[in-house]
C-alpha cells in the first residue's frame, strides 16, 4: 500500500475547478504539500495544508482554466508528526482539448518515435492516426501525443466489414479476395454465389458484431476526444469503385425486398414497373449486369438493384456512425479514401449524410458535391506528392470547404524520424501553419455560400450512362478495375465542365438531389439557374419538377437532350422536353460539350437568368477573366471569397475585381489595411490563392482591456470585444504573450474565438514565472488590426 491520489478521470477540461482527492495509507497528523506542475516543470499551484488529526483523506480543488500545457503531474508530500519518514504521491492527467472541430487539421498518417513528436509541431502538423486503440500499446500511443499536443484519429475500426475487398493483409495483395472472387467468375459464369459479398452488409450479426466493437472503442476513447473514429478507409461495396453485382447473397436481398415494398407499395406495382410476373415477394430477384447489357427489358431490374446496393451501403455506414455516437455522443464517425462518385456505394446523395467526416481523394467534383449535400460534413483532402501542382491542389482543397489534409509519408520526405522537416515538409509548412492558424480558424467559423445556380446529382443517370458506354464490349465489364471506373466518362466530364464554368464566374453552384428536385426545393429558394449534365434519366416526378420550375421563370442548361430515359432506364416515347428546347427555356448550347466553356457565353446565360454574382473579375481587356476559380463562404453579413488561377498557370497575373457597390474589402493574406471600394486591382500567381473579406458595413478593430498589475500565481482574466458591429459571426483574434525578456509565451499564446458580445480570456501566470512588465497583444484576423497593453507581475 502507499498514498495515492485520485482524480475523476485521466484527461479533464481546462474550463473551471476540479477535486483531487489525496489518500494516504496510514492516516497521521502532519503537514500535506501539493504541486500541480505543467509540461515543462513550471509550477502552477502549491497548496500546504497542516493535519492536527489523521485524516483518512482530503479534498483539494484545482483550477484548471490555469492549465497551459497538455500534459500535467500533481505531486503530494506528506510529512508526518514526530519521526515518522516523509511519503510521496503522484498523479498524472492531460487537459483535453475542446470538444469539437476547432482548427484546420493537418494529420501524419506514418507513425514516428516519441521524441520527433514535437518536431511535428513546428511544420504545422497538428494530428497523427492512432492504431489498436482498445490496446495497451494504443493507450500509450495517445498518451504520447497527448503530452504534446497532437490531437489524432482512431484507424481502420471495422475494414473487415466496409473494406474487405480493398484490405491489407500480410504477405497479400491488398485486392486479393477481389481478385480472387473475379476468377472464380472467369471459371465459372454461371455460379452466382460469387456474387454474394463476404461479409454482406444486410447480414445482422455481422451488423450487430461491428457495431458492439466501434461502440466500445468510443466509449474508451471519450475522455481523450479524438478527432474522429474512422469506420475503414478505401471501402467500397466491392474494390474501392469497381463496378461488381454484389450483393446476392440471403440477407441482402431479403433486405432490398423490404426496401421494394416501400418504393413500389405492392408486388403488382413491382412487376408493371420492371416488367416481370413474380408470383411473391420471396421469389423477387434482380437482373444481372449481363442480362441489362443484352436486353432492354431486364434494365429496370438491374438499375434498382443497384440502386438498392447504395442504399445497403450507405445504411450500414449509418449504423457504424449510430454505433460511434452510443458510445461517445460528441464523437464523430469518417470513412477515409472516400472514391469518385459512382460505383461502389459512392452515391453522395445517400452518402454524405451517413458520417460526420470523410477523408476524400476529389475526382468527379467529390469534395463540392459531398460539401454541398451536407454542410456540416467535415471533410479531409489527402497530400501524396509533392511540388506547385500539389501545393496547388491542397490550396484548392482549402477553398472547397477542406478542414483537413491527411499526409501520405511513406518515404519520410515531410517528417524525419528526429521529427524534422523533409524536402517536403519544408515546402508545405508554411502553408500548414497558415491553414491550422487563426486565418484557418476564421475560414472554419464561415459556411460555403452557394449562389442562384444549381446542379442535379443524378446517379441514376450515372448508372445509365455506364451501361450504354458497355453495351458494345459485352462481358468484358467484369474485368474492369476501380481504376479503370474511375476514369473520366461523360456524365463526370459535363459535371466538372458546368461546375468550373461556374465558380470560374463567382456564381457558385450547389447540388441538388432528384429528391429534393422532385420535392420542389428549387421553386422556393430563389434558384434561377438549373444545370443538367447529362441527365439522361430521369424520374417523371423530376421531370415534373423542372417543367415547374421553367413555369416559374427558371432556366436550364444541359449539355444533352435530358430525360430520355427514365429512372428505371426505361427509354421514353418522345423527349420530354422539347417544348422547353423550342420556347428557349432549356438551352442546350454546345459549349457545354467542349473542354471549356467561354466565360463570356455563361455570363451572358447567368444574366438572361437573372443570376447576380456578388462580384465580377475582368481581364485586362475589360472582359471576363478566363481560368479562375473562386470559392464564397458567409459569415453573418461579411462574405470571404477565395481566388486561385487554375492548375496549370504560369507567372503573375493582373486582374480587376469590380464589385455591384461599394464595400469595405481587405486582402486577408497579406496584411493591406481594408478600403471602401466597389473596385479593387489584384496579383495573382500561379499557385497561392487570394482571400478577401467583403462586408457592407465597416470592419470592426479588436479591444482589449484587463488589469494593469498582477501577481506571480494568478489567473489575469481580460475581456476581448469589438470596437463596433460585428462584421462576422465571429470573429477570431490572435493572442501573443510577450514575457518580460522579449520572448513570445508560446504556451501562453493562441487563438481566441470571439462573439459579437466580447468574450473573456485567462492568462495564467505560474508561480515561477518571471516577474516584470509582460505584454499581451491580440490581432483580429478580419480587419487585421492590433491593440495591446501592458502587465505589470510582481
Request: aromatic share 6%.
Amino acid at each position: 500500500m502507499a498514498d495515492e491520489l485520485l482524480l475523476p478521470a485521466p484527461a479533464l477540461d481546462p474550463t473551471g475547478p476540479v477535486v483531487v482527492l489525496w489518500r494516504p495509507d496510514a492516516p497521521a497528523a502532519g503537514e500535506l504539500q501539493l504541486e500541480w506542475t505543467e509540461g515543462e516543470g513550471r509550477l502552477l499551484e502549491r497548496h500546504r495544508i497542516t493535519l492536527a488529526e489523521p485524516q483518512a483523506e482530503i479534498a483539494i480543488r484545482l483550477d484548471l482554466r490555469r492549465a497551459r500545457t497538455p500534459a500535467n503531474r500533481i505531486t503530494a508530500r506528506f510529512r508526518p508528526a514526530g519521526s515518522g519518514a516523509e511519503t510521496k504521491a503522484e498523479a498524472r492527467f492531460f487537459v483535453r482539448p475542446a470538444s469539437g472541430w476547432t482548427q484546420y487539421q493537418v494529420i501524419l498518417w506514418q507513425d514516428l518515435p516519441a521524441a520527433a513528436l514535437v518536431g511535428m509541431r513546428s511544420l504545422g502538423i497538428t494530428g497523427s492516426r492512432l492504431l489498436r486503440p482498445l490496446s495497451p500499446a494504443g493507450r500509450d500511443d495517445a498518451e504520447q501525443r497527448m503530452a504534446v499536443g497532437l490531437r489524432w484519429y482512431t484507424e481502420n475500426l471495422a475494414t473487415d466489414f466496409y473494406a474487405p475487398y480493398h484490405r491489407w493483409t500480410p504477405g497479400r495483395s491488398v485486392t486479393w479476395l477481389f481478385d480472387q472472387t473475379k476468377a472464380r467468375h472467369q471459371q465459372n459464369p454461371d455460379d452466382l454465389t460469387v456474387f454474394h459479398r463476404q461479409p454482406s452488409l444486410s447480414d445482422p450479426a455481422w451488423l450487430a458484431t461491428i457495431e458492439a466493437r466501434l461502440t466500445e472503442i468510443a466509449r474508451v476513447q471519450a475522455p481523450y476526444r479524438p478527432l474522429f473514429h474512422n469506420l475503414a478507409d478505401e471501402s467500397g461495396i466491392a474494390d474501392l469503385a469497381a463496378a461488381w453485382d454484389f450483393d446476392l447473397s440471403p440477407a441482402s436481398l431479403e433486405g432490398m425486398r423490404v426496401w421494394l415494398k416501400e418504393r413500389h407499395g405492392s408486388l403488382a406495382a413491382l412487376n408493371r414497373a420492371w416488367g416481370t410476373d413474380f408470383p411473391t415477394w420471396e421469389a423477387v430477384t434482380p437482373a444481372l449486369t449481363r442480362d441489362a447489357l443484352r436486353s432492354e427489358a431486364a434494365v429496370p431490374s438491374w438499375m434498382e438493384f443497384k440502386a438498392w446496393m447504395d442504399v445497403a451501403f450507405a445504411r450500414a455506414v449509418r449504423a457504424g456512425t449510430n454505433a460511434i455516437h452510443r458510445g461517445d455522443p460528441q464523437a464523430s464517425a469518417a470513412l477515409e479514401g472516400a472514391q469518385v462518385p459512382g460505383w461502389g456505394g459512392y452515391d453522395y446523395g445517400l452518402l454524405a449524410s451517413a458520417v460526420d467526416a470523410m477523408e476524400i481523394y476529389d475526382g468527379g467534383n467529390a469534395i463540392e458535391i459531398a460539401r454541398s449535400l451536407n454542410p456540416d460534413l467535415r471533410v479531409l483532402i489527402t497530400c501524396f506528392g509533392t511540388g506547385a501542382a500539389e501545393q496547388h491542389r491542397l490550396w484548392r482543397a482549402w477553398l472547397l470547404g477542406a478542414q483537413g489534409t491527411i499526409i501520405w509519408d511513406e518515404d519520410g520526405s515531410v517528417a524525419g524520424p528526429d521529427g524534422q522537416a523533409g524536402p517536403r515538409g519544408a515546402l508545405f509548412a508554411a502553408m500548414w501553419r497558415e491553414q491550422t492558424g487563426a486565418l484557418g480558424v476564421q475560414l472554419l467559423e464561415a459556411q460555403p455560400a452557394p449562389g442562384q445556380v444549381a446542379i442535379l446529382y443524378s446517379q441514376a443517370s450515372f448508372r445509365m450512362n455506364w451501361l450504354l458506354d458497355r453495351r458494345l464490349g459485352g462481358d468484358a465489364w467484369v474485368e474492369r478495375d476501380s481504376e479503370a471506373e474511375g476514369a473520366d466518362n461523360p456524365w463526370r466530364a459535363a459535371t466538372r465542365r458546368a461546375a468550373q464554368a461556374l465558380a470560374g464566374l463567382g456564381a457558385q453552384p450547389r447540388w441538388i438531389t432528384p429528391e429534393a428536385l422532385s420535392a420542389g426545393e428549387l421553386t422556393r429558394d430563389g434558384t434561377r439557374l438549373l444545370v443538367l449534365p447529362h441527365s439522361i434519366a430521369l424520374s417523371n416526378e423530376e421531370v415534373a419538377a423542372v417543367r415547374g420550375f421553367a413555369e416559374a421563370g427558371g432556366l436550364i442548361l444541359a449539355d444533352v437532350p435530358p430525360g430520355e430515359h427514365d429512372a428505371l432506364g426505361r427509354r421514353r416515347n418522345a423527349p420530354p422536353f422539347a417544348d422547353l428546347v423550342a420556347s428557349r427555356r432549356l438551352r442546350l448550347p454546345a459549349s457545354l460539350q467542349a473542354e471549356k466553356v467561354p466565360p463570356g457565353e455563361m455570363v451572358a446565360l447567368l444574366a438572361e437568368a437573372g443570376v447576380h454574382a456578388p462580384l465580377a473579375l475582368l481581364d485586362a481587356t475589360g472582359r471576363p477573366a478566363a481560368d479562375l476559380d473562386i470559392r464564397l463562404f458567409r459569415s453573418g453579413g461579411m462574405m470571404i471569397a477565395g481566388i486561385q488561377r487554375q492548375d496549370g498557370a504560369e507567372g503573375e497575373r493582373q486582374v480587376e475585381l469590380r464589385l455591384p457597390g461599394r464595400l469595405w474589402v481587405r486582402s486577408l493574406r497579406d496584411g493591406t489595411p481594408a478600403a471602401l471600394t466597389d473596385r479593387l486591382v489584384m496579383q495573382l500567381g500561379p499557385i497561392e490563392p487570394v482571400l478577401l473579406a467583403l462586408s457592407p458595413a465597416s470592419l470592426p478593430a479588436p479591444t482589449l482591456s484587463g488589469p494593469a498589475l498582477a501577481a506571480r500565481g494568478d489567473l489575469v482574466t481580460f475581456r476581448l470585444g469589438l470596437d463596433g458591429p460585428a462584421s462576422a459571426s465571429a470573429h477570431v483574434m490572435r493572442l501573443e504573450v510577450v514575457g518580460p525578456t522579449g520572448q513570445v509565451v508560446s504556451v501562453a499564446s493562441g487563438t481566441v474565438r470571439v462573439t459579437p458580445e466580447g468574450t473573456l480570456w485567462h492568462l495564467p501566470l505560474a508561480l515561477d514565472d518571471m516577474p516584470g512588465q509582460w505584454r499581451v497583444r491580440a490581432t483580429e484576423v478580419v480587419s487585421g488590426q492590433s491593440v495591446a497593453m501592458n502587465l505589470q507581475v510582481r
